[in-house]
């Protein structure tokens, strides 16, 4: 029995997690897996409710859990709340991924070659779809660095990483890059950063347990400018905390919508955290636009690299794959009229059926 705890969050969240539940249950009846999911409040829900955005019980639950499927957290009623600690995001992720060691943030950006019209670059350099690992370093950097101050008209923010983050999260790049192409980019700023001279050192340091591996690095502003020149040369890119913020925000833009892109956060062992790298998309919520696609695919990398069934993983990678080309789309890939417009559920519901029937003709 694995436990599995479902916080929804805040805006789009319960929509897109009902979807993704949906999933999870049609693949673990098809895989005979037995997941227990229990449901509790984090973000605005729960500063609601009890007045901060992480109680002890949903940290509890976590504690208690093998995996948190998490929805999203936030909205323009909680950017006013006065103390910044108590704010969605701030006071539940931060410290949701702190407190769990959650230092590995996994986003696959993946052009699916049925969605290339969608990606903002010019056809012949998309041709076929891309699909490009980022591994992003997250509980280190100037995101946690102290001292962090504002005082009157000056302001610090401290850059800080040690050996021991960098070999940490280099190790977990090398290996999804021994999963894939092989090919690793380290991604750091060593002609002015000292952390970043570190990392370069560290990182090579690492590889050498990893002879299969073609390790390069690079600068962060050229990075930059290759993700939308060459997407298609990257395999797996690894970064510290904010170069990989931005980074993985710059790759999703290419694949059409911040709704496909799942991500996983992992700690040291199979602990993991699994959500849509988007937010809670006030903007949208309850009008049936939310794509649930990125919180899907979020369900299968849980299954990965939590729960070790690879087989059920796939299956939904497949059936999403199968329902793009089927021509389904909710509103933000919604590329041309000839694509069958569907809303959340009805993205959730294709899916599932998808699953249940071996990925046959969906619809
Ligand atoms: P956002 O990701 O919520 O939305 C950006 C744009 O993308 C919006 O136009 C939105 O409609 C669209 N979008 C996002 N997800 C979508 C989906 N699944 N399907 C279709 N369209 C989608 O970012 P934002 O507007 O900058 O932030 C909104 C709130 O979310 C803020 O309070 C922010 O702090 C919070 N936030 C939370 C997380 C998190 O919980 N991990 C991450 C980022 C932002």
Same mark, same amino acid.
């Given at each position: ?20 539940? *949906?999933?999870?249950? %049609? ?21 609601? %409710? ?6 002890? $019980?949903?940290? !509890? ?23 910044? #600690?108590?704010?969605?995001? @701030? ?15 996994? @986003? ?7 969605? %290339? ?9 998309? +041709? /076929? /779809? ?9 509980? =280190? ?6 001292? *962090?101050?504002? $005082? ?11 050996? +021991?983050?960098? !070999? ?7 290996? %999804? ?5 092989? @090919?690793?980019?380290?991604?750091? *700023?060593? &002609? ?48 510290? #905390? ?13 694949? =059409?919508?911040? /709704? ?14 699994? +959500? ?9 919520? =309850?009008?049936? *636009?939310? #794509? ?42 919604? $590329?041309?009229?000839?694509? &069958?417009?569907? !809303?959340?559920?009805?993205? =959730?519901?294709?899916?599932? /059926?998808?699953?249940?029937?071996? #990925?046959?003709?969906?619809?």
């Amino acid at each position: 029995m694995s436990k599995i705890a479902v916080l929804a969050g805040d805006g789009i969240g319960p929509e897109i997690i009902a979807e993704g539940l *949906k999933v999870l249950h %049609a693949v673990a009846s098809k895989h005979s897996l037995t997941l227990e999911f229990t449901e509790a409040l984090v973000g605005g829900a729960a500063y609601d %409710a009890t007045g901060h955005p992480l109680p002890p $019980e949903t940290l !509890t639950l976590v504690q208690q859990s093998d995996a948190v499927f998490f929805g999203a957290v936030g909205g323009p009623k909680y950017d006013a709340i006065p103390d910044p #600690n108590l704010r969605p995001e @701030r006071g539940a992720l931060l410290p949701l991924r702190q407190k769990m060691g959650l230092y590995a943030n996994l @986003r696959p950006c993946v052009l699916y070659s049925s969605l %290339a019209a969608a990606c903002p670059l010019r056809p012949d350099l998309v +041709e /076929g /779809g891309f699909d490009i690992l980022v591994v992003r370093e997250l509980t =280190g950097g100037l995101y946690f660095g102290q001292p *962090k101050l504002w $005082e009157g008209d000056r302001a610090v923010d401290t850059c800080v990483y040690t050996r +021991e983050e960098i !070999t940490r999260i280099a190790h977990v790049a090398f290996k %999804a890059a021994q999963k894939r192409d092989r @090919r690793l980019l380290s991604v750091d *700023k060593a &002609n002015v950063l000292e952390t970043s001279r570190l990392w370069r050192e560290t990182v090579t340091q690492v590889s050498q347990d990893y002879p299969h591996v073609a390790l390069t690095h690079q600068l962060v502003d050229a990075t930059a400018m290759d993700l939308v020149r060459r997407p298609q040369s990257f395999d797996v890119i690894v970064t510290e #905390n904010l170069f990989g913020d931005i980074l993985s925000d710059e790759a999703a833009q290419l694949t =059409g919508s911040l /709704g496909m892109l799942p991500s996983a956060s992992l700690g040291s062992g199979t602990f993991g955290l699994y +959500e849509p790298s988007h937010g809670s998309a006030p903007d949208i919520t =309850g009008t049936g *636009k939310a #794509n649930p696609l990125a919180t899907i695919l979020s369900a299968a990398l849980l299954l990965r690299y939590s729960l070790g069934a690879e087989e059920a993983a796939r299956d939904i990678e497949s059936a999403v794959t199968h329902v793009l080309q089927g021509g389904f789309r909710t509103s933000d890939i919604m $590329e041309d009229q000839n694509c &069958n417009h569907v !809303t959340c559920r009805q993205m =959730g519901d294709l899916v599932a /059926g998808a699953i249940m029937r071996d #990925n046959d003709a969906p619809g």
